[in-house]
Nanobody, 128 residues
Framework: QEHLVESGGGLVQPGGSLRLSCAAS????????IGWFRQAPGKEREGVSC????????WAADSVKGRFTISRDNAKNTVYLQMESLKPEDTAVYYC?????????????????????WGQGTHVIVSS
């Protein structure tokens, strides 16, 4: 059975950093585009960043561009979201999602409707 598991969330002060991990079991992530999404209290889920099965292409939302970096380690079957200079408005539940695209594909989706497999989420709280 296919699973995605997020980890790395927690409480951090404004300006701090966290690295989220998205680990897959039951399937090989190198054939999948991966997206990170977040849902803040009272708000709709939004796309944060994504990466194609080819790590040559990534996308980041304007709100996180220059602060968040997505990367993948196919040997570990894991995708990461490195978050720097965190702000209180980054507080949310962060989800990773996967969609099969095949090897070496640069496309990744900014919108959740494209993704089939989802993790349970990890909480990020940015507060002093």
């Amino acid at each position: 059975q296919e699973h995605l598991v997020e980890s790395g969330g927690g409480l951090v002060q404004p300006g701090g950093s966290l690295r989220l991990s998205c680990a897959a079991s039951g399937f090989t992530l190198n054939n999948y585009a991966i997206g990170w999404f977040r849902q803040a209290p009272g708000k709709e889920r939004e796309g944060v960043s994504c990466i194609g099965s080819s790590a040559d292409n990534t996308w980041a939302a304007d709100s996180v561009k220059g602060r968040f970096t997505i990367s993948r380690d196919n040997a570990k079957n894991t995708v990461y979201l490195q978050m720097e200079s965190l702000k209180p408005e980054d507080t949310a539940v962060y989800y990773c999602a996967a969609v099969y695209v095949g090897l070496g594909i640069t496309w990744c989706g900014r919108y959740e409707g494209r993704y089939r497999d989802w993790g349970q989420g990890t909480h990020v709280i940015v507060s002093s």
